[in-house]
């Protein structure tokens, strides 16, 4: 068996992997990261790509649970449970019923936006310093509505947001349409945010995966963690189909699959995957130049130069690898439904990933109470793109000692009692 020594093991090449290693080696650190299958074999591929400062507001609010509930029974619905007797899920959910009130939510709303705010700053300053050739757009996305009594309902939202810092516009059907002529005359209204962006995740993956090779990294495809070996208060030793890996310190980045790995250290990480689905198209004629949400069916619509996704649903259906066919077709029903044009030739993928859900919808960054030299980046739900970069840099900044760029405390692996 191989074994072999690195200043800095990453284990997963998904977007927060590749973002820390990157970080990592331009603050002067030797780095290795090890992925199972290729590089963004997980949840960082085939996702819609939208940076989001406007989804600030976290999904444990007031009424989501009778929400869910009613949305069990719908076989296309964009939120499902399948029924199972987990524990970890029943806890989980447990978790996320506890914050579904107002004080929880409003004080979780200012946590995510500060956070969302110094997360989309970052990722554009990391995407002008590397050159990132990512089909990188900051004009803001849309979300519209065909029914006036949702666009009403959802009319709360706004000054929320204006009060995180969030600029958004609230627009009428005809001035919707007048700024993207690509939605239909159903349209009833929408909310512009102006601070969002969009990229195309897998040229973001590539091209970070380029800038990690250039800065000297080690990129190893196929090769799976298998386990850890501990001493002295330290992982010693990582066990991987490639070999044996020491390391100087570790960081522990494996999307949805973090608590499978992390329980062999006697961590137990509170992320569920939440599996959601895409189809992408090719470009058709009258793509939507901005990225939209389509609120009654909570469907996003991602158009770039090189194609078109619609991509949604949230799924807690552990870790199965099926592509429902029933939720693949409701992406493209919803998009009938908004779009002048919608994507009629045939897909050029259909994918799904799983989220790493955590209940209290922030990532977990920081060092793993089991291990000194084991740094944790994971849990980073429906928004790991967007915080990607952010989550790098606090990464270099906790295992380099620098003065973190942000507070640590909200997102420390600690937070939860073990
Ligand atoms: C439909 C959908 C749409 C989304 N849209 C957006 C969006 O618009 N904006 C946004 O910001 N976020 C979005 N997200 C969320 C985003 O995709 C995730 O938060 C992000 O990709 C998580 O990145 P990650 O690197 O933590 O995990 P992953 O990308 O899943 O990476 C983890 C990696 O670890 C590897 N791995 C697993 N086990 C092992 C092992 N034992 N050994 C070695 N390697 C292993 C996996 O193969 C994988 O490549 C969306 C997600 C979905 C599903």
């Given at each position: 068996?191989?074994?072999?020594?690195?200043?800095?093991?990453?284990?997963?090449?998904?977007?927060?992997?590749?973002?820390?290693?990157?970080?990592?080696?331009?603050?002067?650190?030797?780095?290795?990261?090890?992925?199972?299958?290729?590089?963004?074999?997980?949840?960082?591929?085939?996702?819609?790509?939208?940076?989001?400062?406007?989804?600030?507001?976290?999904?444990?609010?007031?009424?989501?649970?009778?929400?869910?509930?009613?949305?069990?029974?719908?076989?296309?619905?964009?939120?499902?449970?399948?029924?199972?007797?987990?524990?970890?899920?029943?806890?989980?959910?447990?978790?996320?019923?506890?914050?579904?009130?107002?004080?929880?939510?409003?004080?979780?709303?200012?946590?995510?936006?500060?956070?969302?705010?110094?997360?989309?700053?970052?990722?554009?300053?990391?995407?002008?310093?590397?050159?990132?050739?990512?089909e990188?757009?900051?004009?803001?996305?849309?979300?519209?509505?065909?029914?006036?009594?949702?666009?009403?309902?959802?009319?709360?939202?706004?000054?929320?947001?204006?009060?995180?810092?969030?600029?958004?516009?609230?627009?009428?059907?005809?001035?919707?349409?007048?700024?993207?002529?690509?939605?239909?005359?159903?349209?009833?209204?929408?909310?512009?945010?102006?601070?969002?962006?969009?990229?195309r995740?897998?040229?973001?993956?590539?091209?970070?995966?380029?800038?990690?090779?250039?800065?000297?990294?080690?990129?190893?495809?196929?090769?799976?963690?298998?386990?850890?070996?501990?001493?002295?208060?330290?992982?010693?030793?990582?066990?991987?189909?490639?070999?044996?890996?020491?390391?100087?310190?570790?960081?522990?980045?494996?999307?949805?699959?973090?608590?499978?790995?992390?329980?062999?250290?006697?961590?137990?990480?509170?992320?569920?995957?939440?599996?959601?689905?895409?189809?992408t198209f090719p470009h058709p004629a009258r793509a939507p130049r901005?990225?939209?949400?389509?609120?009654?069916?909570?469907?996003?619509?991602t158009a770039w130069d090189s194609g078109l996704r619609?991509?949604?649903?949230?799924?807690?259906?552990?870790?199965?690898?099926?592509?429902?066919?029933?939720?693949?077709?409701?992406?493209?029903?919803?998009?009938?439904?908004?779009?002048?044009e919608?994507p009629?030739a045939?897909?050029v993928?259909?994918?799904?990933?799983?989220?790493?859900?955590?209940?209290?919808?922030?990532?977990?960054?920081?060092?793993?109470?089991?291990?000194?030299?084991?740094?944790?980046?994971?849990?980073?739900?429906?928004?790991?793109?967007?915080?990607?970069?952010?989550?790098?840099?606090?990464?270099?900044?906790?295992?380099?000692?620098?003065?973190?760029?942000?507070?640590?405390?909200?997102?420390?692996?600690?937070?939860?009692?073990?």
């Amino acid at each position: 068996m191989d074994h072999r020594t690195t200043d800095v093991l990453v284990l997963g090449g998904g977007v927060i992997g590749l973002a820390c290693a990157l970080e990592l080696l331009r603050a002067g650190r030797g780095v290795t990261v090890v992925e199972r299958a290729r590089i963004g074999a997980g949840a960082s591929h085939g996702n819609c790509g939208t940076i989001t400062p406007s989804h600030a507001p976290p999904l444990a609010m007031p009424g989501q649970i009778r929400q869910a509930l009613r949305w069990m029974f719908t076989p296309d619905a964009p939120f499902r449970v399948a029924p199972r007797l987990d524990p970890a899920l029943i806890a989980w959910m447990l978790r996320f019923a506890a914050r579904c009130n107002a004080r929880t939510f409003r004080a979780a709303a200012r946590a995510k936006g500060a956070l969302l705010l110094a997360a989309r700053a970052a990722l554009g300053e990391l995407v002008a310093r590397e050159r990132l050739d990512c089909e990188w757009m900051e004009e803001g996305t849309l979300g519209v509505w065909r029914t006036g009594e949702a666009f009403d309902r959802a009319m709360w939202l706004p000054p929320l947001l204006r009060e995180l810092g969030l600029p958004c516009e609230v627009l009428d059907g005809a001035e919707v349409r007048r700024r993207e002529p690509a939605v239909n005359d159903s349209i009833v209204g929408g909310v512009f945010h102006g601070r969002d962006a969009r990229l195309r995740p897998e040229r973001y993956l590539e091209s970070l995966a380029t800038r990690v090779r250039e800065a000297g990294g080690e990129i190893r495809e196929g090769t799976t963690v298998l386990g850890f070996e501990r001493a002295g208060g330290r992982v010693a030793k990582v066990r991987t189909t490639g070999g044996t890996f020491a390391a100087r310190d570790i960081v522990l980045a494996l999307g949805a699959w973090s608590p499978k790995l992390a329980s062999q250290l006697g961590l137990d990480l509170p992320i569920q995957p939440g599996k959601g689905y895409s189809i992408t198209f090719p470009h058709p004629a009258r793509a939507p130049r901005l990225p939209l949400v389509l609120k009654e069916r909570m469907v996003c619509v991602t158009a770039w130069d090189s194609g078109l996704r619609l991509g949604s649903t949230m799924e807690f259906a552990g870790y199965d690898e099926r592509l429902n066919r029933v939720r693949l077709d409701a992406l493209v029903r919803a998009a009938r439904e908004y779009l002048v044009e919608p994507p009629a030739a045939p897909a050029v993928e259909e994918w799904y990933g799983w989220r790493p859900m955590v209940h209290d919808d922030l990532p977990i960054i920081g060092r793993a109470p089991a291990a000194s030299n084991l740094m944790l980046a994971t849990g980073h739900g429906m928004l790991g793109v967007t915080e990607s970069a952010i989550t790098a840099r606090l990464v270099a900044d906790l295992v380099t000692g620098r003065e973190p760029a942000i507070n640590p405390t909200p997102y420390r692996p600690t937070r939860f009692s073990w």
